[in-house]
């Protein structure tokens, strides 16, 4: 049997844990063609919920057509335009009427077609004569998905990727295309906290104030609980409750921890499961990730990594800067501390988690953080 526990892209709806409060807030945003800005922490689960998002409304509102794509890898205003016309050419078929009337917009642009071997796909290359052009033909596309006579919901992943692009400046350019649509409702999407809500909260910034926010924060006890029950039952495979909470707890409720703690215990095999194989398996991902934790070790400086085990050893820290935690670690001056957390953020090791009740601190890789928990 295949293993139930995905550490890979969203799957099915029977594999994937709750979100139902998300994922209907979501819907009703798209419904109402009301834009949207999922931020999270890191490997919490946006990508998956979208996905999640996007099989929902192709089962039930089927008149509503979706577009994904992620411009992580993109490095400039032509590779945002191929990711997108590559997306819209994936979501309408080549037989459908859009996806016919979609490809003679793109034979008009004379691209350089291409299929890939393996998955068929159209790829192209688009060439230009002048940053104009570009412009022109980013509008060309935007306006041709909204005149199609169709509600569309486009997801683009790791939005702030478009921060990089050089010479452009894209957030202008796509707002002012994006805000003339009328049929177009947008996800942006990105897993860098603090850029992401600088694009869309910062009152100097083109997209300030155009979104509603959806955060997405640690699925509940209760639900994930009966959810690795379930899958594990219907393996015919039983799990002790204080083994789930082991796992819940050890793993903190970070989806994509506990996702990856379930899967290394049901490859297991182990029929009934107990505290002892959860444990065992904790300790064999630790060792898994051992030379990747060494190679962030010559990634920062040794300030750096101690602070790093020192906020390891408290699990989650309240006030980097106070005098009980910078005493108890040998950290230095409140402001060394300010700077350390800084510089660990940007390099997304340490993740800050604002509420109204303050800010905690902890480390983004909830492995590496027993790992260095142990070693210090
Ligand atoms: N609700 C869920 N139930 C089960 N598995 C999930 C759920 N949400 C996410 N996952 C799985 O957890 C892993 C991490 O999720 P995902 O990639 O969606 O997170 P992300 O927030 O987009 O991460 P990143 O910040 O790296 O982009 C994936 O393997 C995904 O399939
Ligand atoms: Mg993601």
Redesign the pocket.
């Known amino acids: 049997m295949e293993n139930p ?7 099915s709806k029977d ?5 139902e409060n998300e994922l209907q807030l979501m819907l009703t945003n798209c419904l109402n063609h009301s834009d949207m800005t999922l931020i ?10 979208i ?2 998002l996007m099989d929902e409304i192709s089962e039930n509102h089927s008149d509503i057509k979706t577009i994904y794509f992620d411009i992580l890898a993109s490095r400039s205003i032509d590779d945002f335009i191929k990711m997108l016309a590559e997306a819209t050419m994936k979501s309408f078929k080549p037989k459908t009427s859009i996806g016919k009337k979609f490809m003679n917009l793109i034979k008009s642009l004379r691209p350089q077609l291409t299929f890939d071997n393996i998955t068929g796909e159209p790829q192209f290359q688009l060439f230009y004569h002048s940053p104009e052009e570009k412009e022109h033909t980013l509008r060309g596309l935007i306006e041709f998905l909204d005149n199609q006579g169709v509600h569309i919901v486009i997801a683009i ?2 939005f702030q990727q478009i921060r990089e692009y050089p010479g452009h400046n894209m957030e202008a350019l796509l707002r002012t295309y994006i805000q003339h649509t009328h049929n177009l409702t947008f996800i942006y ?1 990105g ?1 860098k906290k603090h850029m992401m809500t600088d694009i869309f909260i910062n009152e100097k910034k083109p997209f300030y104030s155009s979104t509603s926010f959806v955060s ?1 924060g640690k ?1 509940s006890a209760d639900s994930y609980s009966s ?1 690795i029950k379930r899958l594990f039952n219907e393996a015919n495979r039983s799990i002790k409750d204080n083994a789930v909470n082991f796992i819940l707890e050890w793993t903190r409720r970070h ?2 921890y506990t ?1 990856m703690l379930c899967h290394t215990v049901f490859a297991s095999d182990a029929k009934i499961i107990d505290i002892n194989v959860i444990k065992a398996a904790c300790q064999q991902l630790l060792t898994q990730g051992e030379s990747t934790y060494l190679q962030y070790r010559q990634l920062i400086t040794l300030k750096q990594w101690n602070f790093l085990i020192a906020v390891a050893k408290e699990g989650t820290v309240q006030q980097v800067t106070s005098a009980q935690f910078l005493g108890k670690y040998k950290i230095g001056s409140p402001s060394t501390a300010t700077r350390l957390v800084e510089a660990l953020i940007e390099k997304g090791l340490i993740n800050d988690d604002v509420a109204i009740t303050g800010t905690t601190y902890s480390l983004n890789d909830v492995f590496f953080s027993h790992w260095l928990e142990k070693i210090g």
């Open positions: 526990f995905i550490i890979k892209p969203y799957k594999l994937f844990c709750d979100r999270s922490q890191r490997r919490m689960g946006k990508t998956g919920l996905m999640r992943d790791e999407c897993s997405l699925i959810f989806t994509y996702q």
